[in-house]
């Protein structure tokens, strides 16, 4: 083929693929500039339907394009509740268990062919109460149910008889077109922290019915953003222009000059969310991936790896950026709103409960042996880049109930009477039982396990007693811990909302596997405890009980715990933002501004 | 009565008074690369031979050092992230190197030579289309796709990458073991035997199978270096080994470390197999040479 003709060709298929894309990209207009955010997540996620927003990948997106009742306020640390969908924040009868909820009118669905003339209508309370039940439905295979689950009067009722949408629940009930009421079986002060999460996401029925399985993907929403593509890379959300109008005010979102002066955020008081056209969601599992696309300027927020902090932070204590981060991005540490911990798996009388009491007392003996040689410095200057912040128990150094004072020695490395302990109870490396570490897949899980393995030869336990339990995905890991598989549970939490009671619902006897409570502990004075305590509004008795259930943990030596890790966060100065990834959330990302303009095309 | 094996093998191709193993192993004292090849062989299985019998490598896993460490004489390749010693863990993972080479290199090679013989012996009747369409059937399935679902299905079991390969890798050798024995039993060691009445199964096993030794060794050794191969890769993917350190595990670490410029375990990894698999490559080339009756000689 001769070069002229070689060259009409390529220009003919580059025409094609030049009309292609400007047939399959919706362009409003070409020529205006567009404020595009472009946000990664090191996962993706499969199924945008609210029933399923059970972790950060879809919970992020669900929370941009649903509407809740609550979220938290944008830049207030603690965190505080404040209405979203709901006018004000509930009305609680005088015995804690009647709800009522005002919802704002005016709010609408996007359009969509979902509805009559393909015209989006109105949000009413009947949404709401039609969304929870979908979680009650045993067809949607839903994963939120246990948010409300034997709390709802007459919930799990409706479920048992046949989840039929037309038959009414006593415990929720839409009043009015806009007022909602819920009424419990039991005080359950943490219910309207429940109303934050993409689990009680708004959705219309019109739309579940009109797309049956595709619901998953095609998501129909009252959300500041729409969505415009979704793939297993990449997700691109659109402003929803029928989004309601509410300023930004950032006095009432938490401002503190001390705090958030260095965001520029004050600057943007008075803007209406959604402050951003578009929000190009990029999925990067690899985390060199990730780190290389926002160094190169492809994306405009990072957690940064724990490899590469040597290289953003000049000094640690306090933390602080390197010059040349320093000038190109914007900061963040905050501490994570969960914890790192191992737990025993109880179940399994090679270490946990047996029904031989002498042994009993010498497992428990084993597990504190274990407790007491795991070197947690060692731990969070290896893996957390010295970071992280460890603490004694459950209660993570960023709830209200997280006691400062509390004696270190449960995580202080202590070699010697660890061998002690061993000795005294008569354990020897010929009798010591085989130690299963489960973990998934992964080089990080993978170094954990090996640093577990370094710390208990140092008692003399025998390496090849201590076996790697490995699952190739999460998935399966999780699986394992619900079928009470796994010996030592090595798992990260996050927290759903800032109250203890979420991780000391962990420990709950009746949350037993296949529940939260994979350690399959069983205490009595914690259940009868934490029983007492989840009818609790927040109280100083409730925090000296939720304490004394701390001491409970820490005694029986059930988890070696606990670490909580400092995220390193960065942005780009061309983005006016607080970055937030706490509770399953993306409720921030409708007030970042994204001063460069970026045009749609690139 | 028929000949012993290595009379056989005479019969198929002489070319003077010596026997083929003579002669083979003649061709394989010329060939200086190939020599050099198995003493790179003998060296790391060596090594091998003192991790299994606990002389080194046996601080693989201890953390004693400081993070990422230079080399010097306390640690002679560095540190990895959790302070580990990275001579040891390579040492040590010469040994995951050869257990899983030699069990996949023996197990795979057997199920090649029976399936094989099995099918050729049989050539055209049912059980030869049995095996050619299992040999198909699992040549059909991409490998990392296959060990995938074997580890899926064997839920995270140490042996699913063994089970894996063995699966896959019999297929060639089986392929070249039925070509053999199309020929070789059509020869007169053969005739003789059915003439004097001897069973079929003993015809095969006894009397022709040990005429396609040849073809056995060099696809062992071609087997014994894809395993170890496979392995590097598998690890890497998180799908091979699940307890224990090999060359592929030092890789998956490294991808985090070389980022920040610790390039200590990315290097002796990947030396430790680079040395080991152009070793293995340079001898099993030369083993095939000196095995082929038409070969003249060594290589230029």
Redo the contacts between chains.
């Keep these: 083929m001769s070069g002229g003709r070689t060259i009409i060709v390529i220009g003919i298929i580059g025409l094609a693929l030049g009309l292609q894309t400007g047939c399959t990209d919706r362009q409003p207009d070409d020529t205006a500039p567009v404020k595009i955010y472009r946000h990664a997540l090191d996962g993706a996620p499969t199924n945008l339907d609210p029933v399923q927003s059970a972790n950060i990948y879809a919970s992020f997106l669900v929370t941009n394009l649903y509407d809740t009742l609550y979220r938290y306020k944008y830049l207030a640390r603690p965190y505080e509740l404040t209405p979203n969908l709901a006018t004000g924040m509930p009305e609680v009868s005088a015995d804690g268990l009647t709800y009522t909820i005002a919802i704002k009118p005016g709010v609408y669905f996007i359009d969509d062919p979902a509805f009559e003339n393909g015209r989006g209508r109105e949000l009413v309370a009947a949404d709401f109460v039609y969304s929870i039940k979908r979680h009650f439905d045993p067809q949607t295979l839903a994963q939120g149910a246990w948010l409300w689950q034997n709390r709802i009067q007459g919930l799990d009722q409706w479920r048992a008889d046949g989840a039929d949408y037309a038959a009414e629940v006593s415990g929720l009930r839409a009043l009015d077109k806009y007022t909602i009421q819920i009424r419990l079986t039991r005080p359950y002060p943490q219910l309207p922290h429940t109303l934050t999460q993409g689990f009680a996401a708004v959705v219309p029925k019109e739309a579940v019915d009109h797309y049956g399985r595709e619901f998953a993907i095609r998501p129909v929403g009252s959300g500041p953003y729409r969505l415009l593509s979704f793939s297993g890379v990449k997700a691109v959300l659109e402003r929803n222009d029928r989004f309601r109008r509410e300023p930004f005010d950032p006095a009432a979102e938490g401002y503190r000059e001390d705090q958030h002066g260095f965001t520029g955020v004050r600057q943007l008081a008075g803007s209406v969310p959604p402050l951003s056209d578009r929000i190009d969601v990029h999925f990067i599992q690899e985390?060199?991936a990730r780190?290389n696309a926002f160094i190169s300027g492809e994306v405009d927020h990072i957690r940064a790896?724990t490899?590469?902090l040597?290289?953003v932070l000049e000094s640690r204590s306090p933390i602080r950026a390197r010059p040349e981060i320093a000038e190109k991005y914007h900061l963040l540490t905050p501490l994570e709103t969960g914890f790192v911990h191992t737990d025993f798996n109880m179940d399994d009388p090679r270490i946990g409960y047996h029904q031989d009491p002498a042994q009993n007392t010498r497992n428990k003996a084993l597990r504190c042996a274990i407790v007491k040689a795991f070197d947690w410095t060692?731990r969070n200057?290896?893996?957390y880049f010295d970071l992280a912040q460890v603490f004694p128990g459950v209660i993570p150094p960023v709830t209200p109930e997280f006691d400062a004072d509390l004696d270190r020695s449960s995580v202080s490395r202590d070699v010697e009477g660890a061998k002690a302990l061993l000795q005294q109870h008569g354990w020897t490396p010929d009798n010591l039982p085989e130690l299963e570490y489960g973990f998934a897949?992964?080089?990080a899980e993978?170094?954990s396990f090996?640093?577990f393995?370094?710390?208990m030869?140092d008692i003399g336990y025998p390496?090849e007693k201590i076996?790697?339990?490995?699952?190739?995905s999460f998935g399966?890991f999780n699986r394992?811990l619900k079928q009470r598989k796994v010996m030592l549970i090595t798992t990260a939490w996050y927290m759903d909302f800032p109250d203890a009671e979420n991780t000391m619902q962990l420990f709950y006897g009746p949350n037993e596997a296949p529940g939260s409570n994979s350690a399959n502990f069983r205490n009595e004075e914690f259940d009868r405890l934490y029983e007492q305590s989840s009818v609790m509004q927040a109280s100083p008795e409730r925090t000296a009980i939720y304490q004394r259930m701390n001491q409970v943990l820490i005694d029986e030596c059930v988890s070696i715990t606990g670490l909580s890790r400092t995220f390193v966060l960065l942005w780009t100065k061309n983005a006016t933002m607080y970055p937030d990834l706490s509770f399953l959330s993306g409720h921030f990302a409708r007030f970042v501004d994204i001063a460069t303009d970026r045009h749609e095309a690139e | 009565m028929t000949r012993p094996a290595s009379d056989s093998i005479a019969v198929a191709g002489t070319h003077s008074g010596k026997g083929p193993w003579m002669r083979a192993g003649q061709k394989l004292r010329r060939d200086y690369y190939g020599l050099a090849g198995l003493l790179i062989v003998l060296l790391y299985f060596f090594i091998a031979l003192g991790v299994w019998l606990g002389f080194w490598g046996q601080d693989w896993s201890a953390a004693g050092g400081g993070q990422w460490e230079s080399a010097g004489r306390e640690h002679w390749l560095g540190t990895n992230r959790l302070g580990q010693d990275i001579f040891q863990r390579a040492v040590f993972s010469v040994r995951t190197a050869f257990e899983i080479g030699l069990v996949v290199a023996v197990l795979s090679t057997l199920i090649g030579a029976v399936l094989g013989a099995v099918a050729g012996y049989f050539s055209g009747r049912w059980i030869d289309e049995l095996v050619l369409w299992l040999k198909g059937v699992l040549d059909a399935i991409p490998f990392y796709l296959f060990v995938a679902a074997i580890a899926f299905a064997f839920k995270g079991s140490a042996y699913a990458m063994h089970i894996a390969m063995i699966s896959t890798f019999w297929t060639t050798t089986g392929r070249l073991v039925r070509g053999e024995v199309i020929k070789l039993k059509h020869q007169e060691f053969v005739e003789a035997a059915k003439a004097i009445g001897l069973d079929e199964m003993r015809i095969i096993f006894r009397h022709i199978l040990p005429n396609t030794t040849h073809i056995l060794l060099v696809q062992a050794t071609i087997v014994f270096v894809s395993a170890i191969k496979s392995e590097v890769i598998l690890s890497f993917l998180g799908l091979g080994v699940q307890d224990g350190v090999s060359w592929g595990l030092m890789i998956a670490e490294s991808t985090q470390e070389v980022l920040v410029g610790q390039f200590y375990n990315f290097i002796t990894a990947s030396l430790f197999l680079f040395i080991l698999v152009m070793g293995f490559n340079l001898f099993s080339d030369a083993l095939q040479d000196a095995l082929d009756p038409r070969s003249t000689g060594s290589r230029p």
């Design positions: 985390e060199a780190w790896p490899t590469q040597g290289a060692a200057r290896a893996l897949a992964s080089v993978r170094q090996e640093q393995r370094a710390f030869g390496p076996k790697a339990l490995a699952y190739a399966d394992a």
